[in-house]
């Protein structure tokens, strides 16, 4: 009998109904396991025995140079031609999620660049944009044409009622955008932060807690719900399915778009250096179903972006298409992925369209070159 698949990821990347149709339609059994960011990522490093695929995000370059992933045969993909279309046209999708390109092909050398090549790091999954959300009465106390702005998250008028994102890949990028923003200051690359400037940002966040001002630090985006909802919060980071269930239990909560641009991310599918056999076999059937369209417009529902746009398009009602991709107001209510309202009728997605609120990317997700010390001072910042 064959062994299951055995498929790791966060909760927000593996909602329920992904799970339960994937159990469905594939067939062979496949075993699903939530696991956060770091702790996901040190399973992976260390036992790459125990998975075959991983749900990632931000950690190709790192893992792929641990080498606990496997290169990923484009021919054995159904959406090969088009990713191999995208990565020379650079047009279209390519433009709006450019950077996904950048560690996507696996070179002669066996390094990690955008050139085409028949051999893949990663699957390309989904992607989308990340900021703040903030409680709607929160406005009724400013000007009408106060501008969002990072430096919200470390604005004294809103002292012990700011919540912030635990991962410390995440939290460091999210920290020097509101140190910028607060300070008045311009780090020479935001994604790419020098000692001296993770310092300052840990720093700073860690004088801000010992005063009081952050309510609560969230890992997951259940965690996210409950400190809106009840926590006291009335603004923090938070990632879109988040949003969604907050907006399906009547919180009006309002999605930022800061001035100073947004935090970009992806999410891929990376297959288990040590999948083989016809383990690997069910691991591919496994990239090409999530390809197929039913699961792109499952994540749609909670705010997230196929790689491949047209082959969801089917998948969702017109209404669905226009407030999520179109950025059009809901013309009814809309469903999340397990069928619950999360959208009014009459809501406009905040930031627009598919492409506009892309290309408020200011920085994307990614491993500093300073790593080792972002975890370490975000400890600092967490046993404060």
Not at 205 to 216: A, E, N, S, V, Y
Not at 277 to 300: I, K, P, S, V
Not at 332 to 350: F, K, N, Q, S, Y
Request: hydrophobic letters at 40%; one cysteine or more; a negative charge.
């Amino acid at each position: 009998m064959q062994r299951p698949l055995r498929v790791i990821g966060r909760s927000e990347l593996l909602p329920l109904p992904i799970r339960q149709k994937a159990a469905e339609e594939l067939d062979f059994p496949v075993e699903f396991e939530l696991i956060d960011g770091i702790e996901g990522l040190q399973r992976v490093v260390t036992r790459p025995e125990s998975f075959d695929v991983y749900l990632q995000w931000h950690t190709v370059d790192l893992i792929w140079t641990a080498r606990c992933i496997q290169a990923i045969d484009l021919a054995r993909l159904k959406t090969g031609p088009e990713i191999m279309a995208a990565a020379r046209s650079q047009s279209g999708v390519s433009k709006v999620i450019d950077t996904v390109f950048d560690k996507l092909f696996v070179q002669p050398d066996g390094t990690l660049a955008r050139t085409p090549s028949d051999r893949l790091s990663m699957l390309p999954l989904v992607h989308g944009v990340d900021s703040f959300g903030y409680l709607a009465a929160l406005r009724d106390g400013l000007a009408p044409n106060e501008a969002a702005t990072w430096g919200w998250m470390l604005d004294p008028r809103w002292a012990g009622q700011v919540g912030l994102i635990g991962d410390p890949v995440l939290g460091i990028i999210e920290g020097a955008l509101a140190v910028e923003a607060s300070r008045s200051l311009s780090f020479e690359d935001i994604g790419n932060l020098s000692v001296e400037e993770v310092d300052e940002v840990i720093d700073t966040l860690i004088h801000k807690k010992k005063i009081g001002h952050f309510k609560g630090v969230w890992s997951q985006a259940e965690d996210a719900v409950r400190l809106i909802q009840r926590g006291g919060v009335v603004l923090q980071t938070i990632f879109s399915p988040a949003a969604a269930k907050l907006r399906g239990l009547g919180v009006p909560i309002v999605i930022s778009t800061p001035a100073e641009g947004c935090r970009g991310w992806h999410s891929d599918l990376c297959i288990s250096a040590a999948t083989g056999g016809e383990t690997l076999d069910a691991a591919y059937d496994f990239l090409n179903w999530c390809q197929d369209g039913w699961a792109g417009a499952c994540f749609a529902r909670q705010g997230y972006y196929a790689t491949f746009p047209d082959r969801i398009r089917g998948h969702l009602h017109p209404d669905e298409w226009d407030y999520w991709y179109g950025g059009i107001r809901a013309a009814r209510p809309l469903p999340d992925p397990e069928g619950r309202i999360c959208v009014p009728t009459g809501h406009r997605r905040e930031g627009g369209s598919h492409r506009e609120r892309m290309s408020r990317a200011r920085v994307w997700n990614t491993f500093m070159d300073e790593h080792t010390h972002v975890v370490r001072r975000w400890r600092d910042f967490m046993e404060a």
